[in-house]
Each structure stands twice: as structure tokens, then as C-alpha cells.
């Protein structure tokens, strides 16, 4: 009779495909920062350090900013795909979730700065705001609780300074609204947690990295994948 025992070829297969999740989750990112870098080019309208992200979904450009939501969105979806399915990192997959759903809905209910009292601009309030709160807790998650598990080993120093600049920036955020440097806040916001998305896609998109005989999981970290 046949064993149906795992082999080391599963685990190795699982990692394959976390890793083709994780540059896809890069591809996703790396559109929505192009998109955001061509919206500060064509609206020179709109003042960076004292306007919203989300008000260039407003004009002609705001297809670019709608863009910029559903690839943010989906790049966290596939990270979280992408992720070990460990206890430790349970949370983390699950805020990933939180935010890309924000971070959609974001795109479906657009700003609307003239009616502060709409439901459209309630509705992307209570989004894109849940969705930072959400990712910023998932990088403060992964840098306090879960970088081991994901199997960061040089890529650890760096990215433990973009959590709590985020942090910072969310707390502050609500002291800061319509002034002079509400943009400014919630660019460097964004930047930090960008910088940290993509250090994980790296750490998680090297399966030689991953799936190493010597990584403390390696015979359960892909396991349930």
C-alpha cells in the first residue's frame, strides 16, 4: 500500500507558489506607485503636503487614483496568499484581508470633498481609513511577532524602522486633518508601509531563502498551504 506520508518535495512546491503570489503582490504594488507618481505629475492642482492621496480621484485623472486603490488592494490579497499559513502570522494574513477589502472599497466609493456629509465620502472615510489602521498593525505584527516565521534574517533591520513611522503617522493623522500637512502626513505614511510591503514580498519570494533546511519552520511553514 501506498504511504501517504508528505514528502520534502511539498513544502518546496508550496514555496514555488507563495513566491509567484509574492511577485505578483509586487507587480501590484509597483503599479499603484507608478500611478500615484503620475497623479502628482498631472495635477499640479493639488498641493501634496496639504491634499488628500484620495482627492485625485476627483477630475479627469481619477480613473489613475481609482487604479492606484484596486492594485494596492489586490497586491495585499496576494501577499497574504503569499504568507506561511503559520499561527504566528494567522493575524497578519488576516489584517492583509481587512485592508484589501478597504482599500477595494476604497476605489468603488471615491472622495467627494465638497459634500463632507455624502455617503460616498463617509463610506471612503471609514475605508481607506480602516484599511491604513489595518496594514499598519499587520507591519508592526510582522516586525514584533512574525519575523521569524516569515524568514527575515538581513531585511529585519530595515523594515523594524517603517512600522512605527506609520504608526506615528495614523496616530497623528486625526490632529492633522484639512491642515497644511495632512498630505504630507499621509504620504509618509504610505511610503513607510510601501517600503515595508516590498521588503516582505522580497523575504517571502525567495523560496532558497524560505524553504532552507535550516530556517527554525522549514518542515511546517508551508504546511496547510
Known amino acids: 500500500m501506498m504511504s501517504m506520508t508528505p514528502t520534502r518535495q511539498t513544502p518546496r512546491r508550496d514555496v514555488a507558489g507563495s513566491a509567484a503570489y509574492a511577485h505578483a503582490a509586487v507587480a501590484g504594488t509597483v503599479v ?26 476627483t477630475g479627469p485623472w481619477g480613473w489613475l487614483m481609482t487604479l492606484t486603490f484596486a492594485a494596492v488592494a489586490a497586491a495585499l490579497w496576494l501577499l497574504g ?27 468603488v466609493f471615491p472622495t467627494d470633498p465638497m459634500r463632507p ?8 472615510t471609514v475605508a ?11 507591519a508592526v505584527w510582522t516586525v514584533t511577532r512574525g519575523a521569524d516565521a516569515i524568514g527575515w534574517r538581513r531585511a529585519r533591520g530595515t523594515a523594524a524602522a517603517a512600522p512605527p513611522v506609520a504608526t506615528v503617522c ?15 502626513v499621509q504620504r509618509l ?18 523560496p ?14 508551508w504546511d496547510g498551504m
Do not use: K, Q
Not at 507618481?37 to 496639504?50: F, N, Q, T, V, Y
Open 32 to 57: 499603484a506607485t507608478a500611478a500615484v507618481l503620475a497623479l502628482h505629475a498631472l495635477r499640479g492642482d493639488l498641493e501634496p503636503a496639504s491634499h488628500r492621496l484620495s482627492e485625485y480621484a
Open 81 to 107: 496568499r503569499a504568507l506561511p499559513t503559520t499561527a504566528r502570522l494567522r493575524p497578519v494574513r488576516a489584517l492583509l484581508t481587512i485592508a484589501a477589502i478597504g482599500f477595494g472599497l476604497s476605489a
Open 117 to 124: 456629509d455624502a455617503v460616498r465620502e463617509t463610506a471612503h
Open 128 to 138: 481607506s481609513t480602516g484599511a491604513l489602521m489595518a496594514l499598519t498593525a499587520a
Open 170 to 184: 495614523v496616530l497623528i493623522s486625526p490632529v492633522v486633518p484639512h491642515s497644511p500637512w495632512t498630505g504630507a
Open 189 to 206: 505614511c504610505c511610503l513607510a508601509l510601501t517600503v515595508w510591503l516590498m521588503l516582505v514580498c522580497r523575504a517571502v519570494g525567495h
Open 208 to 221: 532558497e531563502r524560505m524553504g532552507s533546511s535550516d530556517h527554525p519552520n522549514a518542515d511546517r511553514l
